[in-house]
Every structure is written in structure tokens, then in C-alpha cells.
């Protein structure tokens, strides 16, 4: 069996999540409670960003997939801050 004959819930039990003390992504809510569209929340592909009552956006990295798509698709400068892991941590693929 391939990998593309994979349901999601299955590759997702291929992927190990090594969490670091230290988050490698911050966000700033209060430039976050301005925004209108959230980008960052329609586009995380693991569904990290929510938004909350008060107009901010709630994140948590446990299960980051360190694709940058957040950074990259945020409308609001210094909103959110990304950089890679510290070593031995993060995300990690594992194909059977």
C-alpha cells in the first residue's frame, strides 16, 4: 500500500510531534484583533489558529507541521513570528 492510498487519519499516525519547551511560533494577539480576514486560519493545514471572542486568534504549536504557511500568509507585519525548532524538535515524518 502507498502512501496515497492512505485515509488522513492514517498518515497522521505517521507523524511524530517532538515539542520543544519553547514555542517557534509566537503571535502577536493584539495586532491579530484588527484583522479581518485571519489568513492564518482558513490556511494552517493542521488547523493551529483560532479565533476567539474578542477578535485575537488563540494558537497552539504542539502539532505544528513548520510549513511557514502562516507566516507567509499573514496581511499584518510582526503579527506572527516563525523560525525552526530547536534541534531534535519539531515535526518528523515517518514512513512505514
Request: net charge negative.
Amino acid at each position: 500500500m502507498s502512501a496515497g492510498d492512505l485515509a488522513f487519519e492514517d498518515r497522521m499516525a505517521t507523524v511524530e510531534f517532538r515539542v520543544a519547551p519553547e514555542a517557534h511560533i509566537t503571535v502577536d494577539g493584539d495586532s491579530c484583533r484588527g484583522c479581518t480576514t485571519q489568513e492564518c486560519v482558513t490556511a494552517c493545514p493542521a488547523n493551529l489558529f483560532v479565533p476567539t471572542a474578542d477578535g485575537g486568534i488563540l494558537f497552539n504549536y504542539e502539532q505544528c507541521f513548520e510549513c511557514g504557511t502562516c507566516y507567509l500568509v499573514c496581511n499584518r507585519a510582526g503579527a506572527i513570528s516563525w523560525h525552526y525548532p530547536e534541534g531534535g524538535c519539531g515535526v518528523v515524518y515517518r514512513w512505514s
